[in-house]
């Protein structure tokens, strides 16, 4: 039973760098695609990207040019960094697991970053 | 950006059965897949209907999913208090490379 767990900075400054991270557990780390989600305060759901074990990574492209997402198969783990965020990047963010038929499940718990101008 | 176009509530009482719609294009649900998410106030999604009309181990088959051209719904039967969460569907989509979500649709029991 594959479970997800997320941590990462909560507070940030406009114009600095989101950086968090997800761990794997329990479960196969390659044959998926390991993906973050958000969802702003009050607003629907929103797909970042995703990578896979072997680093093939692939961006919601109105993110792109602020988004990388990074795997560490040592130790089953992946991260998200966003540059230079806004008071728009404020949401809750999500890691998931994605199958090759694009469903996600299992989500970590997620993280509620603000920014503050 | 969302291009994935669901009703944004919809209600039903105890024991009626309810439907939400999820309305796309060509580019996503005319040729992927489509999946359903429940959230719960305060909680992370979590996977309703996987293929269109698959349901995990553990939810309940008062849920089932159907797809039919660019369009999907979701029907609940037997509607309980508890089923009042958000409810998502989402789909890959060609052009976008990636896969969208619907706007979401809260649902009440009255």
């Known amino acids: 039973q594959v479970q997800l767990q997320q941590w990462g900075a909560g507070l940030l400054k406009a114009s600095e760098t989101l950086s968090l991270t997800c761990a794997v557990y329990g479960g196969s780390f390659s044959g998926y695609y390991w993906s973050w989600i958000r969802q702003p305060p009050g607003k629907g759901l929103e797909w970042i990207g995703e990578?896979?074990?072997?680093?093939?990574?692939n961006y919601n492209p109105s993110l792109k040019s602020r988004v990388t997402i990074l795997v560490d198969t040592s130790k089953n783990q992946f991260s998200l960094k966003l540059r230079s965020v806004t008071a728009a990047d404020t949401a809750v963010y999500y890691c998931a697991s994605m199958s090759l038929d694009n469903w996600f499940d299992p989500w970590g718990q997620g993280t509620l970053v603000t920014v503050s101008s | 950006q969302s291009v994935l176009t669901q009703p944004p509530s919809a209600s039903g009482t105890p024991g009626q059965r309810v439907t939400i719609s999820c309305s796309g294009g060509s580019s996503n649900i005319g040729s992927n897949t489509v999946n359903w998410y429940r959230q719960l106030p305060g909680t992370a999604p979590k996977l309703l209907i996987y293929?269109?009309?698959q349901r995990p181990s553990g939810v309940p088959d008062r849920f089932s999913g159907s797809k039919s051209g660019t369009s999907a719904s979701l029907a609940i039967s037997g509607l309980q208090s508890e089923d009042e969460a958000d409810y998502y569907c989402?789909?890959?989509?060609?052009?976008?490379?990636?896969?969208?979500f619907g706007g979401g649709t809260k649902l009440t029991v009255l």
């Open positions: 989402a789909a890959w989509d060609d052009s976008l490379n990636g896969v969208l």
């Open positions: 990578i896979n074990h072997s680093g093939s990574s």
């Open positions: 293929s269109n009309t």
